[in-house]
């Protein structure tokens, strides 16, 4: 850590104004997202100096102008949901944790469907929606990944849950205000030239401090719908007759396919859901319910009310899984709808030799586009296969922009795809306003636009997309050599509690809402998905400090984690195990313990999360 980047930064800011994190472990969490990528650390220098969680807008300047006066390198980060690399620092310099920057202002009521509620980009949309409950309000539509951040969603996507009755995020928010590097402060409205520019953009051009978001009267009910086809042109057959329907306007439609099927039946462990391709589709009103209904009488076979309700609900935990391999790997594009199809048949026949089992899903974005994910497990433990099934997402990349996809994000690991993703003319005018706006390109840099690493940028040139290209085809060639059989292998030897726990979680993040040890302390190193990764480093034989295991026992062990667990992970009884690791090495924090208890039983944060999981 940077000693004095750090004593100059306490100088600047009162403990009032901002949380400094200078503890190895606390900037070791913040070196990752989601993404495995093993070799990543020799690429860039991932650990920041210093971690830092403003208060308020103007401890969030001053921050940012010393950055920016010093060339340092800034990375806002949110939840940390996506796995490009796109909130991995590149040069160390600061990560902007806004986890504290989670205000609700005031509720414009006007009628229900033009009432605006603004937000800090730290609010997470699950509490967003808690929030409205109370004013018979809600979004118009939010993330798959609902425990994610406002901030986060504007910055690495924008197609979710309900884009398809209303359209990307870009069109339900009324105005965003943002902060560039100078410290200045602008309102940018929806109206304005540059207001889609920071929409997917990762954060290049100013940081994200809050958003007006249109809302709508909240539904009174959810009306999901699942039919089975016998084939992938018959699923999308279908989607796009229903689209053509004017008097039925679906909230959200989803296909998955028969694999996708088959993993929730192994999840379940009962053979209830057809393993057949399907459309799952959601209304919210019943006469369009009742259209909708006449329409698909004779189209498909509708499964039972209670396994679409179900799949309804799973909506919103998309990374759940069975099986030996644990490590998650996806490729998202944004394609034509007509190419999903053509596209699909010919993945399906190219992966064979990759010996995975890929399962998809596809959100149908709008009447022209479809958001298709294609994901599959592995086992970073099992090195020389794991780097041979991550090789598979570039190929599938590539695949896709012949069928005139786009990736969905870009980061650091689809940046050789900008090109592809954005026309000449976009990108000509993203770069000269990244000149303007970030001279010294302090902002996330070297990513996006172009990669930089370590070594002389020597590594750097194979993210050039010519040479990227060759590397993706020279892939397709060595990958399925080296790839070992994915879910049809053998489970290996007996694993403990934690050790499970630890190489399962998928690091989503829904653990750190619903967290009571976070309220309270705001501590990024007691929440769940953290702690496993400090119980790895101690499975590993990895260094551990005394003040870290001490961390980990400030705990209520309420079993909340395990309640939102994606995987339904035994998270209780992996804290006892760690405690009992830990304890036997460092010996138990008693008095921390003794402090721990007394402020979360006055903490009026806590007892309002605690009373919510009542309700």
């Known amino acids: ?40 650390k020799r690429l860039f220098d991932t650990t920041p100096d210093l971690v830092i969680q ?12 010393f950055a920016n ?71 118009r539509a939010y993330p798959s990944s609902f425990f994610s951040t406002v901030g986060g969603w504007i910055a690495t996507g924008g197609y979710g849950i309900g884009s398809f009755r209303f359209g990307h995020l870009r069109d339900h928010i009324e105005s965003i205000e943002v902060m560039f590097t100078s410290g200045e402060i602008t309102s940018i409205r929806s109206g304005d030239e540059e207001f889609a520019r920071f929409f997917g953009t990762e954060g290049q051009f100013g940081i994200i401090l809050s958003a007006t978001l249109k809302l709508r009267k909240r539904p009174k009910k959810s009306l999901p719908h699942l039919l089975y086809f016998g084939s992938t042109e018959a699923a999308f057959s279908f989607v796009r007759d229903l689209i053509q329907q004017a ?20 999840i379940l462990d009962e053979d209830l859901f057809s393993e057949k391709d399907a459309v799952l589709v959601a ?28 799949l309804w609900h799973e909506r919103l935990f998309p990374m759940k899984r069975r099986g030996c391999n644990k490590t998650p790997l996806a490729c998202e594009l944004v394609m034509p709808l007509e190419s999903v199809v053509p596209f699909l048949n010919t993945l399906k026949r190219k992966i064979r030799s990759y010996r995975v089992d890929l399962n998809v899903e596809s959100h149908i974005v709008s009447d022209r586009e479809a958001l298709v994910m294609l994901t599959y497990a592995s086992d970073v433990r099992e090195l020389r296969a794991y780097l041979a099934h991550l090789t598979l997402i570039p190929v599938l990349t590539r695949l896709g922009l012949k069928f005139g996809g786009v990736p969905y994000g870009v980061g650091i690991w689809n940046s050789p795809f900008l090109s592809d993703k954005y026309d000449k003319e976009t990108l000509r005018s993203y ?4 000149r303007a706006v970030d001279p010294w390109n302090i902002l996330n840099p070297n990513k996006f636009f172009a990669v930089r690493t370590k070594w002389a940028n020597i590594p750097g040139l194979l993210f050039r997309p010519f040479i990227f ?10 990958a399925p050599v080296l790839a070992t059989p994915g879910s049809t292998t053998e489970c290996g030897a007996e694993e403990s509690v934690l050790e499970k726990a630890a190489y399962s979680c998928v690091k989503c993040g829904s653990c750190a809402a619903h967290c009571p040890a976070y309220t309270v302390t705001n501590e990024a190193s007691v929440i769940p998905k953290n702690k496993l990764m400090l ?36 998270l209780p009884a992996a804290w006892l195990e760690l405690e009992e690791r830990l304890g036997n090495r460092f010996g138990r924090p008693d008095e921390a313990i003794r402090d721990f208890v007394a402020t979360t039983e006055s903490s009026e944060r806590y007892w309002r999360l605690v009373n919510a999981q009542k309700v």
């Open 283 to 310: 209304f919210e009103d019943e006469k369009e319910e009742l259209s909708f209904l006449a329409f698909a009488e004779i189209r498909g076979i509708h499964a039972e009310d209670y396994l679409a309700k179900y």
């Open 54 to 65: 403003p208060g308020s807008v103007e401890a969030l300047k001053k921050i940012v102008r």
């Open 535 to 570: 119980a790895k480093k101690l499975l590993a034989g990895g260094k551990i400090a005394k003040g870290d295991s001490d961390k980990v026992f400030l705990c209520t062990h309420c079993g909340m984690c395990r309640e939102i667990c994606q995987n339904d992970l035994d």
């Open 469 to 478: 290209r060759m590397l993706v085809r020279f892939a397709r060639l060595i």
């Open 69 to 139: 006066d010093e060339s340092v390198a800034i990375v806002p980060r949110g939840s940390a949901s996506s796995g490009l690399g796109g909130v991995v620092p590149t040069i160390r310099g600061l990560v902007l944790d806004f986890s504290a920057m989670n205000r609700i202002f005031a509720l414009n009521r006007a009628a229900a469907e033009e009432a605006t509620l603004k937000v800090q980009a730290g609010v997470r949309w699950s509490e967003i929606e808690e929030f409205l409950k109370d004013e018979d309000l809600s979004v």
């Open 1 to 40: 850590m940077n000693e004095t980047l750090g004593q100059r930064m306490e100088k600047l800011l009162g403990s009032d104004e901002a949380r400094i994190l200078k503890g190895d472990f606390e900037r070791e969490l913040y070196s990752m997202d989601i993404g495995d990528v093993p070799f990543v």
């Open 247 to 266: 008097e039925i306007t679906p909230y959200h439609i989803k296909y998955v396919d028969a694999a996708h099927l088959g993993e929730v039946n192994r």
């Open 431 to 434: 770069r000269a306003y990244k």
